[in-house]
């Protein structure tokens, strides 16, 4: 056990997901959550992945040994400000939001001496929100990124680095440790202008006038619905992402839009081979990932029909 | 029973599931296959989803009541010309191409006098492709659209789209009838497009220098692996599409890049409202198509992590 109290401030997907693995794996001897609203708190006890629940941010994280901020990104700045006087020496701070640079410069500067601040990113979610969504096997065999902060060389900084990446492999994770702008990079590309995208072909699909809209539900087996499970996405949380990766994910955006017009020029020009080469070429990159364990081989993603849901 | 003969054209992913169904439904009493490729022959004899197989399209399509075209779209017109002087007064010929006005185009004018032409589309389908790839549950609770040809309005031929359909409702399928044109619409959007941005992104990270693909491929449950599926389908038969339906794509695509112009110029000036706007909008689409029938409300597609492949 690496850290006897773990503070949960923020119970949505990643907050209760949290709760559910440190109880059934038995890493903390205590989990104390906060959430901003009631209905949250209550369900979250319901649900029992937290033994206590608070809605003071400086109450949740006063004892805590591990801090994790698992609130949209937009505030955490805000929260950590809040709860800075109250946390303990000796104690770890950590986060878990898709951008990272903009979590150090919002955070570290309220750090008081001998606090630890270590962000980082569990690259693991579902479309769903809230604390019903959350599930013990979300982190198994997924990568967590931590982002030491730039200075932070001291020993204890670095037992408080491997005390953290501890607790994320006894969650199931696979640890990486990495810049903060390199990770916002990264992500750009994996993540956040895939969200964008997505987003944008939905917001598209459901604007059009030569098209109806009770169409492109009907047909979207046709490659549509797979956009559309991931622009379901909590959207105050990716709200937050794009306002606080803006350069890294404008510049990968505009590495889109490039190679978006090149095919473009493809199609309109009957360019069949660059199209073939292309379509080739990306095929291996879905191997790749199958191999290494971060997607199912099973066509569909293993999906099933299901039957339209009667109208009650 | 609709049709006593039926002759696939083409023994990939639809074409052998099609060969499925129709063996476990008992819906013909025999079913006879095309494919240009020897391994493909021997193997759907083997897999045994057809009754005979043969090298010569003509030769396949001779007999049959019902022949269905499963090649990439590419190869249409030209098979039709090589079987349309053996096709029997009576049969039904369809397709199941991705586009249709090109499909009609290509293939109208080479149809004897009573044989009668109704393009098809079931919108079904994985990102694998061959013989291998087919299993008769593919076209359950899944659209089939017809695109009866213009000028075709007398009773036996409206009597062919009646039995076709009923072939379809009888491999799970639900139909619909729409004019070529507007199916071209309608799929430019809800597949098309979405194909061609799945391949850009995948293509995009791949070329990446400052992001190295191995961390692509790592951290690719962020977001980016969904757009790998759809970008892992048929390279020849997605060429095809796009250079066929090339009118509807680059409008649809236009439309894309517009609205995602907007989405970059929000995030550039910290437009929250905006992004957060579009982001809740985009929610609902996800909600229409589960309650459709038409995806799994499952979190991630029901997928769940996979140890990596040991390297052997």
Same mark, same amino acid.
Request: proline share 5%; hydrophobic share 40%; with cysteine.
């Given at each position: 056990?690496?850290?006897?109290?773990?503070?949960?401030?923020?119970?949505?997907?990643?907050?209760?997901?949290?709760?559910?693995?440190?109880?059934?794996?038995?890493?903390?001897?205590?989990?104390?959550?906060?959430?901003?609203?009631?209905?949250?708190?209550?369900?979250?006890? *319901?649900?029992?992945?937290?033994?206590?629940?608070?809605?003071?941010?400086?109450?949740?994280?006063?004892?805590?040994?591990?801090?994790?901020?698992?609130?949209? &990104?937009?505030?955490?700045?805000?929260? &950590?400000? !809040?709860?800075?006087?109250?946390?303990?020496?000796?104690?770890?701070?950590?986060?878990?939001?898709?951008?990272?640079? @903009?979590?150090?410069?919002?955070?570290?500067?309220?750090?008081? %001496?001998? &606090?630890?601040?270590?962000?980082?990113?569990?690259?693991?979610?579902?479309?769903?929100?809230?604390?019903?969504?959350?599930?013990?096997?979300?982190?198994?065999?997924?990568?967590?990124?931590?982002?030491?902060?730039? %200075?932070?060389?001291? !020993? *204890?900084?670095?037992? @408080?680095?491997?005390?953290?990446?501890?607790?994320? *492999?006894?969650?199931?994770?696979?640890?990486? +440790?990495?810049?903060?702008?390199?990770?916002?990079?990264?992500?750009?590309?994996?993540?956040?202008?895939?969200?964008?995208?997505?987003?944008?072909?939905?917001?598209?699909?459901?604007?059009?006038?030569?098209?109806?809209?009770?169409?492109?539900?009907?047909?979207?087996?046709?490659?549509?619905? %797979?956009?559309?499970?991931?622009?379901?996405?909590?959207?105050?949380?990716?709200?937050?992402?794009?306002?606080?990766?803006?350069?890294?994910?404008?510049?990968?955006?505009?590495?889109?839009? !490039?190679?978006?017009? @090149?095919?473009?020029?493809?199609?309109?020009?009957?360019?069949? !081979?660059?199209?073939?080469?292309?379509?080739?070429?990306?095929?291996?990159?879905?191997?790749?990932? +199958?191999? @290494?364990?971060?997607?199912?081989?099973?066509?569909?993603?293993?999906?099933?029909?299901?039957?339209?849901?009667?109208?009650?």
């Amino acid at each position: 056990m690496n850290f006897e109290r773990v503070a949960l401030i923020g119970l949505g997907l990643i907050g209760s997901s949290l709760g559910h693995v440190i109880h059934q794996k038995k890493l903390a001897k205590s989990v104390v959550g906060y959430a901003r609203s009631k209905a949250t708190r209550a369900r979250a006890l *319901e649900i029992g992945f937290i033994d206590e629940v608070t809605a003071d941010a400086s109450a949740c994280a006063k004892e805590a040994d591990l801090i994790v901020l698992c609130t949209p &990104v937009g505030i955490i700045g805000d929260i &950590v400000k !809040e709860i800075a006087p109250s946390l303990k020496p000796g104690s770890v701070v950590t986060d878990v939001g898709s951008v990272k640079s @903009a979590i150090v410069e919002q955070s570290l500067p309220h750090m008081p %001496d001998g &606090v630890f601040l270590v962000p980082g990113h569990p690259i693991a979610g579902t479309e769903q929100s809230g604390p019903d969504s959350g599930f013990a096997e979300l982190f198994e065999n997924r990568w967590c990124i931590l982002t030491p902060v730039p %200075d932070a060389q001291s !020993e *204890e900084y670095q037992t @408080a680095v491997s005390r953290l990446t501890a607790f994320w *492999e006894a969650c199931g994770s696979r640890v990486d +440790v990495m810049d903060p702008k390199h990770h916002d990079l990264v992500l750009a590309i994996t993540s956040h202008v895939p969200h964008l995208i997505a987003y944008n072909i939905v917001g598209t699909a459901a604007d059009l006038e030569r098209v109806a809209q009770a169409e492109v539900i009907k047909y979207s087996a046709s490659g549509f619905r %797979d956009f559309t499970r991931i622009a379901a996405s909590d959207p105050t949380m990716w709200r937050d992402v794009f306002l606080n990766n803006k350069d890294a994910v404008l510049e990968m955006l505009g590495r889109f839009v !490039e190679d978006l017009s @090149a095919l473009q020029r493809a199609i309109r020009w009957d360019d069949g !081979e660059a199209l073939f080469d292309l379509f080739t070429r990306t095929r291996q990159i879905r191997r790749s990932i +199958v191999e @290494a364990g971060q997607d199912t081989a099973e066509p569909d993603f293993g999906r099933h029909s299901t039957p339209p849901k009667e109208k009650s």
